[in-house]
């Protein structure tokens, strides 16, 4: 059986000689979104270049499966057993505004608590969380960090509020410039290279229903190593829970707010389970690591599921919780090395997310500091003395 699978190697990857300059022209590209957010969202805040709309922080557990086959049973997922977690539900864009002018591409942010062994990130080794970082499509839109320079700027439209004066025609040609722009690159690119490939991956997003937020699967996009493999990750709805929700299809113009309304109302109601699951790779051709805008295909590797993320009954409506969702922070590099992101884009999210959350935090003066255990986030249960956070000597405010 194992035979089938492809072995994890670093030749996988492939070197882009202009990585470190293209990343910090990325990066610097994202300081500048995160310091005019403080004003142009109008909240008073800085918030994310990304996912920046939160729509409620949850309580969970993550419980890793026994009897899991051996290719499964890797990294992580080789040691039963139950473990406190959080999930981050958001939007996907950089933009805070009412629900009806952001798309339907929603994340998750997932922090597992109690993981043995070093995290990918030098400046926080001994956290002891493992993250997973995932958004409601299987694929990514851009591939390269040159095609993302070129795009970072388009995406930063989506979402943003339309002109109220803005005629049918201009709102026409408004959408012809940001297609020609995204395939060509701003008219910098030769035909032969214009992203048509991501310009599909990029429209596939706007065929997403808004529908619950606990309705959606959610995906790495990227390949990450799996031990001796390589995979894909997906949290999916367990479907006896999915069928028992009540609000499920969102009328985004019925109210501003939908998705967090919505949200709050099921997890009050009810608790919530939902798969972890890995989908191994079998042909790099069909399953490459380096192109983003394809889909793995499940008839030649399906997902099968390693662990299950119980959510329990609780009320994530208070003012509270978007404050303690604000000051948490979610990177896919906050992993094991058996589970490294792969792949030129995923590379590019370790600085860039880093960066991104020291910035927002120094701006909104708040302490970074990664959580031990639900209780550092939520509070401890009652009779029980708080202890310290953890906090890395450079990422005081």
Request: proline content about 7%; some cysteine.
């Amino acid at each position: 059986m194992t035979e089938q699978f492809v072995r994890y190697s670093s030749d996988v990857e492939h070197a882009d000689p202009d990585f470190d300059k293209n990343l910090q022209t990325v990066i610097d590209n994202m300081r500048r979104h995160t310091e005019r957010s403080v004003e142009v969202e109008g909240l008073g805040v800085a918030v994310r270049d990304a996912h920046a709309k939160g729509y409620g922080l949850a309580r969970g557990e993550v419980e890793i499966l026994r009897g899991l086959p051996d290719v499964y049973a890797q990294g992580i997922y080789a040691t039963p057993g139950r473990h406190e977690a959080m999930v981050r539900f958001s939007n996907g864009t950089a933009h805070t505004g009412a629900d009806k002018f952001l798309p339907a591409t929603c994340g998750i942010g997932l922090k597992i608590f109690d993981i043995d062994g070093p995290t990918m990130l030098e400046d926080e080794p001994d956290t002891r969380t493992f993250d997973y970082a995932m958004i409601n499509n299987p694929t990514f839109f851009v591939n390269t960090v040159e095609h993302y320079l070129f795009i970072q700027g388009l995406i930063l439209q989506v979402g943003t509020v339309p002109p109220t004066d803005e005629s049918a025609d201009e709102k026409r040609r408004r959408l012809y410039r940001f297609l020609h722009d995204w395939v060509t690159g701003g008219g910098t690119l030769p035909p032969e290279e214009w992203a048509w490939k991501e310009l599909g991956a990029f429209l596939s997003l706007t065929q997403i229903k808004f529908l619950n937020p606990l309705l959606f699967t959610y995906w790495t996009m990227g390949a990450v190593r799996h031990g001796d493999y390589i995979a894909k990750v997906r949290v999916s709805p367990d479907q006896a829970f999915a069928d028992r929700v009540v609000r499920r299809t969102l009328g985004v113009d019925s109210a501003d707010e939908v998705f967090r309304p919505a949200l709050v109302a099921e997890l009050q109601e009810r608790p919530y389970e939902l798969d972890i699951q890995v989908q191994l790779c079998t042909d790099l051709d069909h399953m490459p690591v380096e192109d983003m805008t394809v889909p793995w295909p499940e008839t030649l590797s399906p997902f099968v599921t390693v662990a299950r993320l119980s959510l329990p009954q609780q009320d994530i409506g208070d003012p509270d919780n978007l404050a303690r969702m604000d000051a948490t922070s979610m990177t896919p590099w906050r992993v094991t090395e058996a589970h490294r992101p792969l792949g030129n884009i995923m590379r590019t999210r370790k600085e860039v997310y880093r960066q991104s959350s020291i910035l927002r935090h120094q701006l909104n003066h708040q302490a970074r500091r990664e959580p031990r255990n639900l209780a550092d986030v939520f509070g401890p249960p009652a009779g029980v003395t708080a202890q310290p956070l953890l906090q890395a000597a450079d990422q005081t405010p």
